[in-house]
């Protein structure tokens, strides 16, 4: 598989969707690379490597260490790193922590949580030669509690509000714009208007791409209460457990190691 590009991304759009999985390490991005079109160094690693209970406590030195770990394990995927809550919120602020980000890590994009407030912040990283991926819809920096988590576009205001930030941030200089849990309708026109591809968390197959958390598909963490939009396509905790009880069996009996690991 050749190397993905922009353009190629750009010339599949309203005509064969990409798609995009989340990478923490090193491991992970291996797998995945070339197998998706891009690579997202989330925040969400906050919740899914740490424990925490949101992304508002991941700093940039976290992004910057795992996003090392992960673009230099990616030789054919785009790769696409978010900037952590309260790392973006002047231009100047904005400009040194992206260039800090992407020199750092050597990814191809940072991506921004958007509201109409931090548009002029986009222009200014555009301005100054940042790829930029918007986020818009529910942007999970804003929340310390999930489970309040409610779908966008429930009423003519505010359907008619995220299709203008939408078309704002394309003019502003996104490259991609993620909607997450944008009802399906919303999205479908978004993604109609706009020249730029979108990519969807929870917003419907009208985007031009999917986007997805690791850990959830795998079903790593076997976590309750996982969002609507999160689909099972393995239970990797079930496997993991019965490995180890396996070898925790096998250890206890004396089975392992055996002549064919060990040294004579």
Do not use: R, W
């Amino acid at each position: 598989m050749k190397k993905i590009t922009y353009k190629s991304l750009l010339s599949q759009k309203k005509m064969k969707p990409f798609t995009c999985l989340t990478a923490y390490t090193k491991s992970l991005a291996k797998i995945l690379d070339g197998k998706v079109d891009i690579i997202l160094i989330g925040d969400s690693l906050g919740t899914a490597l740490y424990g925490m209970k949101n992304t508002q406590s991941i700093t940039l030195d976290m992004m910057k260490n795992h996003g090392k770990a992960v673009v230099n394990n990616v030789k054919k995927s785009l790769t696409v790193i978010d900037m952590p809550i309260n790392t973006y919120q002047t231009k100047k602020q904005a400009l040194k922590n992206a260039k800090d980000l992407l020199n750092h890590t050597k990814a191809n994009y940072v991506k921004l949580e958007n509201d109409k407030k931090n548009i002029n912040i986009l222009k200014h990283l555009t301005k100054n030669k940042i790829n930029v991926v918007s986020h818009i819809g529910v942007t999970p920096q804003k929340f310390s509690n999930f489970k309040k988590i409610k779908s966008v576009g429930k009423n003519n205001k505010e359907t008619l509000n995220i299709i203008k930030l939408a078309i704002e941030l394309e003019k502003a200089g996104s490259k991609f714009i993620v909607l997450e849990c944008i009802k399906q309708p919303v999205a479908k026109k978004i993604t109609s208007v706009l020249k730029i591809p979108t990519i969807g968390i929870g917003s419907s197959k009208y985007c031009d791409a999917q986007v997805l958390v690791i850990n959830d598909i795998l079903n790593i963490d076997s976590m309750e209460n996982k969002p609507k939009f999160v689909k099972k396509y393995l239970n990797l905790n079930h496997i993991i457990s019965s490995a180890v009880e396996k070898y925790v069996n096998e250890v206890k009996n004396k089975k392992f190691p055996s002549k064919k690991y060990s040294y004579y």
